[in-house]
């Protein structure tokens, strides 16, 4: 066991330095807390990921009392930025905290305990930023929910934020050409049925409808997000969705036939490009001069 934590502290040395900086950097001034958090995330996400044996984050082991006050006081910061009349801040701060989370793993719930009621505290405390008037734009939605659906199945991350969240998220969802981009709504499908698979939301079906459908009416949906698309809605179990069989069929031959003449307008373009290149050539060919043949010479 020895052997493991000391490999594994080799592995993430720098890791438990950028977790003090970024607490003594929260505890200077709140509003670099955000900043400080987004950062850990894109250089350790993936490796907070790392299970060890006993079931739980590697990282845990060694630094698991520090990115718990870290988790703490990203909440103690949101609160304190909306009550200087910062609410943005605030939010952006419990969103980057909540997705810093959603990469730890744990062996259990009792495990998980002490940052369920991190959770906790910073959910309440983007609650509180959002009614004191941050909006949460699209990705910011979308933000909450892929916390929710990446998060270990031992910690329930939020997927609602009160009354104001709810609206933002109604508006994106249900509202054909609700998301401004192709690739936040496709995203959004993604964690929403995520969700639905891991029974943290209940089935309606008319927001499912509206979550699948509405990204086909964007004009730069690819065939990979078509297919991410199709993954997505065949992850929800058959017995969730079982009422909506018939619509689900039409929806995904719409998409298939979508797909399929997409690949068809791409393949016509390559076509076209390389004919394209190919008369090039053969014009320049044709126009390049003959070199003369000085008089006396054989050609």
Not at 146 to 170: C, E, I, K, S, V
Not at 183 to 207: F, G
Not at 264 to 288: E, F, M, N, Q, Y
């Amino acid at each position: 066991m020895f052997n493991v934590m000391a490999a594994t502290y080799r592995h993430h040395a720098r890791l438990p330095g950028d977790v003090t900086d970024a607490i003594a950097a929260a505890r200077a001034n709140p509003a670099h807390a955000a900043g400080h958090l987004s950062c850990l995330v894109d250089r350790w996400g993936a490796h907070l990921q790392e299970r060890a044996l006993c079931g739980r984050s590697t990282v845990l082991l060694f630094a698991g009392a520090d990115l718990l006050e870290l988790a703490e006081l990203a909440a103690f910061c949101c609160e304190a930025l909306t009550a200087c009349g910062r609410p943005e801040a605030a939010l952006r701060t419990a969103l980057a905290s909540l997705e810093l989370l959603s990469h730890l793993r744990f062996a259990g719930r009792d495990d998980a305990a002490c940052f369920q009621r991190a959770a906790l505290q910073l959910s309440r405390a983007a609650t509180a930023a959002i009614q004191a008037g941050a909006a949460p734009s699209e990705w910011q939605v979308v933000a909450v929910l892929r916390a929710a659906a990446q998060a270990d199945t031992y910690l329930r991350l939020p997927t609602w934020l009160g009354h104001g969240f709810a609206d933002a998220n109604a508006r994106l969802a249900d509202t054909k050409g609700g998301f401004q981009t192709e690739a936040a709504a496709v995203e959004y499908a993604e964690h929403y049925c995520t969700l639905l698979a891991r029974k943290q939301k209940q089935l309606c079906s008319a927001r499912l409808q509206a979550v699948l459908q509405h990204p086909l009416s964007h004009p730069s949906l690819t065939p990979g997000h078509l297919d991410r698309l199709l993954a997505a809605e065949r992850a929800v179990p058959a017995e969730i969705t079982c009422t909506m069989n018939t619509w689900l069929r039409s929806w995904q031959q719409s998409v298939e036939a979508t797909r399929s003449a997409l690949a068809d307008k791409a393949a016509k373009r390559r076509d076209s490009a390389a004919s394209a290149a190919a008369d090039g050539v053969s014009t320049a060919a044709a126009l390049k001069p003959a070199h003369a043949v000085p008089a006396g010479v054989a050609a």
